[in-house]
């Protein structure tokens, strides 16, 4: 295996939220790297990838250098994330010392939609696939990366139905769920129709699962998708709070706004699709605002799977992340820690003087478990990135040894009579949650 082209994904040191077993064990596929990887392999490298999860750093180095061999590798390290960097600097300083002479860097251009090698990841039985269908938004929420980046032009519908056979092929099973990754999916009833029919005529049955805004999807569209396979929709509502909103910048129509929302989630229900909605605590938040969000949610309870909830974070170095906060501070929130700008680039806030950093987890826990039970969320993880090989008795197993007021959901019954430890393309029953305790990503 001399020179491979070794690809890593940077790790965590702990998972972005609450410390707990589930959260270790998720596995998010960097198809970004992946995508890299897959070109590189058809430009003739021989290609190795590696994700760290959270893995300890020094362990994937010892295992990429027992693999290579240390005269001329090949490494391209991606940091999906700020909150990678520490993790990544433990890992270079292990292979630095280890192989003094270091890699050579590499870093290909990418082609806008490539069909992925997946197997080119020794780990990828464990990973449920991605496929890349569309990039940007520009939708201008105030919180988003990409709120001035265009939306661009949807991936072709049987250009998405020949990855998934490639998949298939490669995974040498049809026992697997898609991701349809899009910053925003936004898909005609034409382009739904073209998937729904592209599948029929391949023989090919799938489930996957998108993340979209609760304006996006019309009716007709909806119902195509659901018929080519969509079984869960992550759903960005944010808040129904109109004043915060209007803070994030995510609709001056705050009316308008939840009424599509209501809508939206009607039809999912009816369709046979589980929604998980985000919710962002956003600087400016108070007991009255995620009041009207609880309230909100409360009355769509019957159309929810889960409820995935969060306080904001400022990622970043520099003039513009110093502006960001600046701006968020004219709402009420302050920086837990002011030299984290520069230490880290990750700056957690207090959002407002009536809910500081510590309240808005605790608020953020509170509120997904009133709306989310332990197989709920099992149900939701199972099905895009908990390990495929990770079943329900093991869950549970897990969960007997956390902290219960850790947890972002309750013990209870599950909202249905799911059952995804082999999840299929045939549609979920739909759920109703039960009562709860009353306050992303």
Known sequence: ????????????????????????????????????????????????????????????????????????????????????????????????????????????????????????????????????????????????????????????????????????DIYNTTSINFYFEASFFLATERWAAQLAEGSKKSGLRFAWRCETRVDALTTPALRRLAEAGLRVVDLGLESASPRQLLRMKKSGNSQLYLRRASELLRQCRDNGIWTKVNVLLYPGETPETLAETTDWLDKHRECIKGVSVAPIVVYGHGDEARRDLEELALLGASAVDSTSLESSGVTHLHLSPSIDYESSWALSRHLSRMFMTHRDYYDLKKFSYFSRRYTYPQFLRDMGHASQELLPFRSGPPSGDSDTDSPTATAPQRHQLASGPTTRR
């Not at 072709?156 to 998949?167: E, K, L």
Request: proline share 7%; hydrophobic share 40%.
């Open 1 to 168: 295996m001399n020179n491979k082209t070794v690809l890593v994904s940077a790790g965590l040191l702990a998972p972005k939220k609450t410390d707990h077993m589930a959260a270790r064990r998720h596995r998010y596929l960097n198809y970004g790297l992946l995508t890299l990887g897959t070109i590189l392999a058809r430009k003739g490298y021989p290609v190795q990838m590696l994700h760290g999860g959270f893995c300890a750093p020094d362990v994937v180095a010892e295992r990429l250098l027992r693999d290579c061999s240390q005269d001329s590798p090949l490494l391209l390290l991606s940091l999906p994330s700020f909150i990678s960097i520490p993790w990544a600097r433990l890992f270079l300083e292990t292979v630095k010392r280890e192989c003094p002479t270091g890699p050579a860097g590499i870093e290909p251009s990418a082609s806008k939609f490539i069909q992925l090698d997946y197997a080119l990841d020794q780990d990828f039985p464990d990973f449920q696939p991605s496929i890349e269908v569309s990039r940007g938004c520009g939708m201008g929420c105030r919180f988003c990366e990409e709120r001035l980046a265009p939306l661009g032009q949807i991936r072709a519908a049987d250009d998405v139905v020949s990855a998934v056979a490639a998949a298939f």
